[in-house]
């Protein structure tokens, strides 16, 4: 009897061991059962939750928009065309246009709409829309800007007889004036300069290799195509109408554009605290920093 109450104790204590074992394991599978559980019940109020996207102001898609009229008080109108693949301001002075300030204004036809409800011609007044901030036509669509809600970064519009609540920031291209809408590279893209006559030396094209003249020996030639370059692909802080004021000197440009040889001349009329050009066929002055005009006049190998 004594030695069978041996061998019996270590089998009673591995029972104990392997049943201990059994259920935490159950407690954890348990758990982890809860646990997804709860997850699941989570995910599912939660995609239940989920505010379906506003619909947008208008079916008008950009694409389809070929002519834009801006309206403000006290402020010229703005016409906007797009004849062929790049748009152009027309008034109230012709030029080049800002492509890319141009499809941001017409991001207003996609707006989001959160609210809408029908307009009251009594109500407007209160919504800012009896005088609007600016009046764009788009094609077909007539869009006025009102005033901007009092604790949402949105403003109101009228818009098909509906004052409509869309993003405040869209107000900024409406209310801009027309010289943000005006390219401000200096060149258009169609146009490649051959050669440039400047006050004290010129640089031409020869072989795909831009020179200077008078030669400089400790120039080198990424220097020289560096400074092409840069001429070639100026950008104005600003663009305005020509203010009448007479060039101090003057810039000989030859270059071909569509296949064909031009000539341009380009009339210097401040060095600083801008740097301003004047192109005589467009009836434009383009300001540069004063920094970018001492870069655009120096060609040295020192």
């Known amino acids: ?107 207003v036809l996609a707006a989001p709409a959160e609210t809408r409800f029908p307009a009251v011609p009594t109500q407007l007044a209160q919504y800012g829309l009896e005088k609007p901030l600016a009046r764009v036509r788009l094609e077909n669509e007539e869009i006025a800007f009102g005033a901007l809600h009092p604790l949402k970064n949105q403003i109101y519009v009228l818009h098909n007889n509906e004052v409509v609540l869309i993003p405040g920031y869209l107000l900024s291209d409406a209310a801009a004036p027309y010289t943000r809408f005006i390219d401000s590279h200096l060149f258009e893209d169609n146009r490649k300069l051959g050669s440039l006559q400047l006050p004290g030396f010129s640089v031409s094209l020869k072989d795909g290799v831009w020179r200077r003249q008078p030669a400089d020996k400790k120039l080198t030639s990424d220097q020289s195509n560096d400074f092409a370059s840069e001429w070639q692909n100026a950008s104005a802080l600003s663009v305005e109408k020509y203010s009448g004021k007479e060039a101090v000197d003057h810039i000989d440009i030859i270059g071909t554009r569509d296949g064909k040889s031009e000539k341009m001349r380009l009339g210097i009329l401040a060095y600083k605290p801008d740097f301003v050009l004047y192109r005589p066929d467009e009836n434009l002055e383009y300001h540069f920093t004063e920094e970018t005009g001492k870069r655009l006049l120096n060609l040295s190998g020192q």
């Open 1 to 107: 009897m004594p030695e069978a109450e041996k061998t019996d104790k270590p089998e009673s204590a591995v029972g104990q061991v392997a049943s201990g074992l059994r259920q935490r394991w159950l407690l954890n599978a348990g758990l982890l059962a809860l646990i997804a559980a709860l997850g699941w019940i989570v995910t599912q109020r939660m995609s239940q939750q989920q505010v379906a996207p506003s619909p947008p102001l208008t079916s008008l898609p950009a694409v389809a928009v070929a002519h834009v009229r801006i309206e403000r008080p006290e402020q010229p109108e703005i016409v906007l065309e797009k004849p062929g693949a790049a748009w152009r301001l027309t008034a109230p002075i012709p030029a080049r246009a800002n492509n890319l300030n141009v499809e941001n204004l017409l991001r």
